[in-house]
């Protein structure tokens, strides 16, 4: 677990631009559950390309025309039961972050793992997103 005065500001680079911070299981099961309409997920991370790449391709992509209707995140090492419940909804694939998920009607339709995202400017991984987003909202 990470000291909170070192974490919040990356959790607030999200929260301020509409991200829904999810801490619990229960938070985490209740929006998987909802199957309506679509939703964006970061898992965020103390990790530098989070920094440099992950939460600022986010937050460009969700200025796309077509976009979630909602966006959410959870924070690893900081919210752990919470960022664990995330996990099991992204399974086969294995726990990354930072990663990125959009999902549709209740179900994974678009994932960036971090290897998708290390060595990926913020505008690359915005156009990914902007590109599924076309696609799924």
């Known amino acids: 677990?990470?000291?909170?005065?070192?974490?919040?500001?990356?959790?607030?680079?999200l929260t301020d631009h509409g991200f829904n911070s999810l801490t619990s299981p229960e938070e985490?099961?209740?929006?998987m559950q909802s199957?309506?309409?679509?939703?964006?997920?970061?898992?965020?991370?103390v990790c530098g390309c989070a920094a440099a790449n992950a939460r600022p391709g986010?937050?460009?992509a969700a200025s796309n025309e077509k976009h979630p209707d909602k966006y959410y995140t959870v924070f690893a090492g900081v919210d752990k039961a919470a960022t664990e419940k995330v996990r099991e909804?992204?399974?086969p694939y294995p726990p990354s972050s930072p990663a990125i998920a959009l999902f549709k009607e209740g179900k994974l339709v678009h994932f960036l793992e971090r290897h998708h995202i290390e060595g990926?400017?913020?505008?690359?991984i915005a156009q990914n997103?902007?590109?599924?987003?076309?696609h799924f909202c």
């Open 28 to 31: 985490v099961d209740a929006i």
């Open 35 to 45: 199957n309506e309409g679509t939703f964006m997920l970061v898992v965020n991370s």
């Open 58 to 60: 986010a937050k460009m």
């Open 1 to 13: 677990m990470y000291p909170p005065d070192l974490v919040a500001p990356m959790s607030k680079d």
């Open 129 to 134: 997103l902007k590109m599924a987003f076309d």
């Open 120 to 124: 990926r400017s913020a505008e690359i």
């Open 89 to 91: 909804y992204l399974l």
